[in-house]
């Protein structure tokens, strides 16, 4: 294995991978690999990448739960600046773990990514005053295939870190998701 480190099946989720670069830091500021295809395909992860994507959110800002149903895309993802929570929904017909959720914090400070396989549904919370998150997807974006879940369906009792007094914004797509 070179610089990454993986952890597999996080949460017990079979798929899920928290990725941890090594980086190199003096009193120049840092530098490490963010993805490579080597490192990667040794501890599993073959997908071929096709587009990549970044946004912006302020402190409250809640995207998701998002999937695609014909086109599913698988994710890498990561945060450049501030911090997120990040969640995964497994949604996959069959799997041992359907309706589980696992949630990571990202930050730019501890430099961590998160791949969610194809048949999860995503979504992050901003817990920060301003975040930049990006991500590597396996599939393009087909608008008419999007779909959702509510971010707060009580099926799935995902536990958002949501501070005493934190306003959630979402966009007008967000709020109209039903329950699984």
């Not at 994507?53 to 402190?59: G, L, R």
């Not at 998701?64 to 990040?86: A, C, E, F, M, T």
Request: glycine share 10%; hydrophobic share 35%.
């Amino acid at each position: 294995m070179g610089k990454i480190k993986v952890e597999k099946n996080a949460g017990g989720i079979e798929g899920l991978m928290i990725i941890e670069p090594t980086v190199f830091g003096d009193s120049r500021g840092y530098f490490m690999e963010t993805y490579n295809k080597n490192d990667l395909a040794e501890a599993g992860l073959t997908k071929e990448f096709v587009q990549d994507n970044q946004s912006a959110s302020v402190y409250g800002v809640l995207r998701g739960l998002h999937r695609q149903i014909n086109y599913p895309q698988g994710k890498l993802v990561r945060v450049i600046s501030g911090k997120v929570w990040d969640v995964a929904v497994d949604l996959r017909e069959g799997s041992k773990t359907y309706k589980k959720w696992f949630g990571i914090e990202l930050s730019a400070d501890n430099k961590k990514q998160f791949y969610i396989p194809e048949g999860f549904a995503h979504g992050f919370l901003v817990l920060s005053d301003y975040a930049e998150f990006c991500y590597k997807v396996t599939d393009f974006f087909h608008p008419n295939d999007e779909d959702g879940i509510a971010w707060n369906d009580s099926s799935l009792k995902i536990d958002w870190p949501i501070p005493n007094g934190m306003e959630i914004i979402l966009s007008e797509k967000d709020r109209k998701w039903g329950s699984l």
